[in-house]
């Protein structure tokens, strides 16, 4: 599934990080991919993969089978610049 729609995003001043989640069923195992145009690793990707996992776990107890792997594509993966006093960059 998609969470943009270049038909109206594009003209948006926030367009949606998250772009697309896959769910494919191999084996009796939910496996789900999800995709980020552009990702905070440093804010936002613990708190985004664990309700990527939360989704995913919902989906297969839905459907009585087992969670697969998760997997997250990042397009554009950075760490903003107001965020590194509180980080240790060696």
Known sequence: MTTFDPSIDQCQNEIPSMIMIDFKIRKNMLYTTGVWRSHDIYG??????FS????????AEYLGI???????H????HIY???????KIE
């Open 74 to 77: 990042s397009v554009s993966a």
């Open 52 to 59: 990527l996992k939360g989704l995913s776990k919902y989906i």
């Open 81 to 87: 610049k107001t965020d590194f006093k509180d980080i």
């Open 44 to 49: 936002e990707w613990i708190p985004y993969f």
């Open 66 to 72: 087992k969670m697969g792997p998760i997997t997250i």
